[in-house]
Antibody, heavy 119, light 107 residues
Framework: EVQLLESGGGLVQPGGSLRLSCAATGFTFSNYGMTWVRQAPEKGLEWVSSCGSGGTTYYADSVKGRFTISRDNSKNTLDLQMNSLRAEDTAVYYC?????????????WGQGALVTVSS | EIVLTQSPGTLSLSPGERATLSCRASQSITSSYFAWYQQKPGQAPRLLIYRASYRATGIPDRFSGSGSGTDFTLTISRLEPEDFAVYYCQQYANSRYTFGQGTQLEI
C-alpha cells in the first residue's frame, strides 16, 4: 500500500523559513517523480514543485527562487525547503506521487501538512 | 501555460441523478497525463480517472471519463450520497502541472 506522510508544517513569521518532509512507503520510490501541491484555505489546488526520479527539479513561478525541492532515494524521502515565506504561502501542502519517472498524472496523495505564515 | 477551465462552478443535483462535469483546456493536451480527482472536506484529493478515461483502482463504475484534445468530461451515472464533493481536473505537460478551479457538486 502506497503511503505518503508529510511532516514539518507549522506557524512561521513572514520572511521566515520552514522545511517540509515526506516519507514514502509501499512503492519503489526511486522510480517515480514526486511533487508538492498546495491548497490555500477554501481555495483550489496549486502545483508547487516537482522532482523527477533522477533529481531534475521544476518550480511554479510563484515559488521559484524561494523554495527548493530535493529527494533522497536511499531514504525514500522528499523535502521542500521554503525560504522567504509570505502570507500567500499559507496552505496545506500535499506530497504526491507521479505515475512516471518524470511525473505524469498524480496517483497518490499524502494527507497534507499545514503551513501558516503570519506574524 | 495551459489553463484548465471547469464548468459549472457549482452543480446542484439529487441522489440518483446523472452528473456531467466539464473541463476545457486552453490548448490541446495529451490524454496520457489528464486526470480527475475527488476531494471531500478535510481530506486529500483522490484519483478517480486517469489518462482521461481509465478508472483508478477501487473507483465504482458509475464514474466515467471521456474526451480528448481540449474538451474532457467526467460523468457520474447515478449519484450516491457520498459523491457530493469537489471535483478537479488536472493535466501535466512541459514539466508542470495545472489544475482546474474545481466543480462543487452539492445536494
Amino acid at each position: 500500500e502506497v503511503q505518503l506522510l508529510e511532516s514539518g508544517g507549522g506557524l512561521v513569521q513572514p520572511g521566515g523559513s520552514l522545511r517540509l518532509s515526506c516519507a514514502a512507503t509501499g512503492f519503489t520510490f526511486s522510480n517515480y517523480g514526486m511533487t508538492w501541491v498546495r491548497q490555500a484555505p477554501e481555495k483550489g489546488l496549486e502545483w508547487v514543485s516537482s522532482c523527477g526520479s533522477g533529481g531534475t527539479t521544476y518550480y511554479a513561478d510563484s515559488v521559484k527562487g524561494r523554495f527548493t525541492i530535493s529527494r533522497d532515494n536511499s531514504k525514500n524521502t522528499l523535502d521542500l525547503q521554503m525560504n522567504s515565506l509570505r502570507a500567500e504561502d499559507t496552505a496545506v501542502y500535499y506530497c504526491a506521487k507521479g505515475s512516471t519517472s518524470q511525473s505524469g498524472y498524480i496517483d497518490y496523495w499524502g494527507q497534507g501538512a499545514l503551513v501558516t505564515v503570519s506574524s | 501555460e495551459i489553463v484548465l477551465t471547469q464548468s459549472p462552478g457549482t452543480l446542484s443535483l439529487s441522489p440518483g441523478e446523472r452528473a456531467t462535469l466539464s473541463c476545457r483546456a486552453s490548448q490541446s493536451i495529451t490524454s496520457s497525463y489528464f486526470a480527475w480527482y475527488q476531494q471531500k472536506p478535510g481530506q486529500a484529493p483522490r484519483l478517480l480517472i486517469y489518462r482521461a478515461s481509465y478508472r483508478a483502482t477501487g473507483i465504482p463504475d458509475r464514474f466515467s471519463g471521456s474526451g480528448s484534445g481540449t474538451d474532457f468530461t467526467l460523468t457520474i451515472s447515478r449519484l450516491e450520497p457520498e459523491d457530493f464533493a469537489v471535483y478537479y481536473c488536472q493535466q501535466y505537460a512541459n514539466s508542470r502541472y495545472t489544475f482546474g478551479q474545481g466543480t462543487q457538486l452539492e445536494i
